[in-house]
């Protein structure tokens, strides 16, 4: 009897590895792991022999799995730095899609809040201390600015979230790009922390006169109004789907993906916005997952593209599809060029 | 004197003795396996410290074990880390725990063991065993959506206008801080303390108390000369399981004690504790002295639960003495 079982259970186990051929481990940032299920979900339906397996373990554990190899591909919301690439040659960056960070804010009576990039750098470096500030009231006339004192609110998690904020607040205020810097962790001048989106949320909600940053995708599916900011060409955008995607137009790509297209100089692009990216190797060890993977990364930037704005997620804009399409075609199956449109 | 006489042993006897022999075999089996179980407790905490200090190695590198320790400093960006304020927000929510936790769970545990009629006991007492139950990202949400805001608005500013003479209670009144981080500690080792407390009290013969209500005792004499200086050991030891959670908790504290890597005297400031920051930032450390940091905050960590437990025990060593002393 128990032979039987044994027997039953290796045939059934070996029936299950034939059946899924092929199976594509990735693991990484925790931001776009929605509309990756939904793509690998829906890409399933047009290849049923094909399953993915993503761990959306965080940016930094996506990195470390893709530098040891042992996933197929790892995802982040921040770009490699020199010296992790450095220890994972051959890794490229293919953005998938982009997401924006949102300003939101607790101040009663106040629906519209327009901010320019010096007093939000100003508000996160401590300088501007009330609501009521010369520089807050001329930003916004007519609207009712209390005598409160602002309470800053940031993420206490590492994130990538944190990481386009504070690229972008280096970026328009050299004070911030000299005391503070950018990054995924940050000593930040003033204010409380609060753990991921809901944290900041939290806090913000919470305490009266508090301003903090979140995710767009998160503001949208939470109904909170953020801040209009104020972009290089001095227009005051509300940040959506469609400003979002507008950052990365007029902006130049590298060749290696490696940007923040935060401060984007277009005239309807919000300016705190990036991309999320998908690491794969250059090179494709094995040959049938190379060319699936491949494949798949020609689908997201094409058909994969119309499933991201129902998931709040920015749409890729043209001019960056095109450019990926020249760089999905270097990529390689054990040193041999692959069809990436697919069969 | 018997002659020597070669013993025959009869066939029942020698199956009794194989059997016996192979009851022995059992015996030193059972007892490797003791073994085993009793040392994997020392092996485990051996392979967590030796993993911690391999990772935390790079960190050691870059700076001396002294100055990780006193220095406030923790700037990501410039790689330049302190653990002082991680120390500190961690001992100074801890005690603030201890010490409204064990008067509270004593006297809970009292009120039910010697005071309350006994229909009304699985009443208090099956709240209590809910309370333990419940999971503690749960208490982190409650802190932040009810505690914190009831702190800000009534609790902080009136021990600011009453106590504000003291350094402790100053500042602006943010509900997010220390205090909160305190307080949610007190109502997670509530449940720990106090059901321990009940049973170490269960334990007091009633001929003690009995003998002290005897001698003309009030019920709480009773409870005083009698009852507590029997358990004291036992409440100590509830004490210390509390302490032990409360310096390990990460979600509930990390919601409400503001995250912010600072030290200041008022307990309405926001700070930071040893397992929040490892919570908060090691997904997303790359660099490897940037996680080997956080793996050097464990082992601080560690360092602080094994010093406080020892001491503890000491403690419970000198009590018992001093009882055993003063009851000869």
Same mark, same amino acid.
């Given at each position: ?19 899924? /051929? ?36 965080? /940016? ?15 995802? /982040? ?8 690439? /450095? ?23 106040? $629906? ?100 903090? &940053?979140?995710?767009?995708? &998160? ?42 297209? $935060? ?81 | ?8 042993? !009869? ?8 059997? %016996? #022999?192979?009851?022995? =075999?059992?015996? @030193? ?11 994997? =407790?020392? =092996? ?6 030796? *993993? ?12 001396? =074990? ?20 991680? +120390? ?14 064990? !008067? ?35 208490? *982190? ?10 702190? #800000? ?25 220390? %205090? ?12 720990? +303390? ?7 009290? #269960?334990?007091? !013969? @009633? ?8 001698? *003309? ?5 009773? +409870? ?32 409400? +004690? ?16 040893? !397992? ?15 996680? *080997? ?5 464990? %082992? ?29």
């Amino acid at each position: 009897m128990k032979k039987k079982i044994v027997m039953l259970c290796i045939a059934l186990g070996g029936a299950a590895l034939a059946a899924d /051929s092929l199976l594509i481990n990735g693991a990484g940032a925790t931001f776009p792991a929605p509309i990756y299920s939904k793509w690998f979900s829906e890409y399933n339906k047009l290849h049923p022999d094909l399953k993915f397996n993503y761990q959306p373990i965080g /940016s930094g554990g996506g990195i470390k799995q893709i530098t040891e190899g042992t996933v197929d591909f790892g995802a /982040s919301d921040a770009p490699m730095t020199e010296e992790e690439l /450095s220890k994972a040659p051959g890794v490229v960056h293919i953005p998938t899609v982009m997401g924006a960070v949102v300003i939101i804010h607790n101040v009663a009576g106040l $629906t519209e809040l327009k901010l320019s990039p010096e007093t939000l750098s100003a508000i996160y470096l401590g300088k501007i201390a009330k609501w009521n500030d010369p520089a807050l009231t001329k930003e916004n006339p007519g609207a009712k600015l209390p005598d409160q004192a602002i309470s800053v609110a940031h993420r206490s998690d590492g994130s990538g979230t944190t990481n386009i904020f504070t690229d972008y607040l280096a970026k328009v205020s050299p004070e911030w790009e000299k005391g503070v810097g950018a990054g995924k962790s940050v000593k930040w001048p003033v204010g409380i922390g609060g753990k991921g989106n809901e944290g900041v949320t939290g806090v913000v909600k919470q305490t009266p006169g508090a301003i903090g &940053y979140v995710e767009l995708a &998160y503001a949208n599916q939470n109904k909170l109004a953020p801040a209009l900011m104020k972009n290089k060409s001095g227009v005051y955008v509300a940040p959506n789907i469609k400003s979002t995607s507008a950052a990365a137009v007029g902006v130049t790509i590298p060749d290696d993906y490696r940007v923040f297209v $935060t401060n984007s100089p277009t005239k309807d692009a919000y300016p705190i916005a990036g991309f999320t990216w998908l690491l794969v190797h250059k090179d494709q060890k094995d040959a049938a997952k190379g060319k699936a993977l491949i494949q798949f990364l020609w689908w997201a930037q094409h058909a994969g593209q119309q499933f991201a704005a129902p998931l709040d997620y920015a749409p890729l804009p043209e001019p960056v599809v095109k450019k990926v399409e020249t760089t999905l075609k270097t990529l390689t199956v054990q040193g041999k060029p692959v069809n990436v449109a697919g069969s | 004197m018997l002659p020597e006489a070669k013993i025959a042993i !009869p066939r029942g006897e020698a199956r009794r003795l194989r059997a %016996l #022999r192979r009851v022995n =075999v059992g015996d @030193s089996s059972y007892n490797a396996l003791l073994w085993f179980f009793g040392g994997s =407790v020392l =092996v485990v905490a051996g392979v967590i410290v030796f *993993g911690l200090w391999g990772t935390a190695s790079p960190a050691f590198r870059a700076t001396s =074990v002294l100055s990780f320790i006193t220095s406030t400093n923790w700037d990501p960006v410039q790689e330049s880390f302190g653990a002082l304020p991680f +120390i500190y927000g961690t001992l100074v929510t801890s005690a603030i725990a201890l010490l409204l936790a064990v !008067p509270i769970g004593v006297g809970f545990a009292v009120f039910l063991v010697e005071m309350a009629p006994s229909p009304i006991r699985p009443i208090v007492s099956f709240p209590l065993e809910l309370l333990a139950a419940i999971p503690s990202v749960v208490y *982190g949400l409650w802190g932040l959506f009810v505690m914190v805001p009831w702190l #800000r608005s009534s609790v902080e500013p009136l021990l600011g206008s009453t106590l504000g003479f003291l350094p402790l209670f100053r500042g602006p009144p943010l509900g997010l801080g220390y %205090l909160a981080g305190g307080l949610i500690l007190v109502v997670m080792i509530l449940p720990t +303390i106090a059901s321990i407390s009940i049973e170490v009290l #269960r334990t007091v !013969p @009633s001929s003690l108390r009995e003998a002290a209500l005897a001698l *003309g005792a009030t019920r709480w004499e009773a +409870i005083r000369v009698a009852s507590l200086p029997y358990s004291r050991t036992g409440i100590l030891g509830a004490a210390l399981l509390g302490l032990g959670r409360a310096l390990g908790e990460t979600m509930a504290v990390t919601m409400v +004690i503001g995250n912010s890597p600072e030290i200041h005297a008022s307990l309405f400031a926001a700070g930071y504790s040893l !397992p929040a920051v490892i919570a908060n930032e090691f997904a997303e450390a790359t660099s490897t002295v940037h996680t *080997g940091v956080l793996a050097a905050l464990a %082992l601080i960590l560690f360092g602080i639960t094994l010093l406080l437990n020892s001491v503890a025990r000491l403690l419970v060593r000198a009590v018992t003495k001093g009882y055993a002393k003063a009851s000869t």
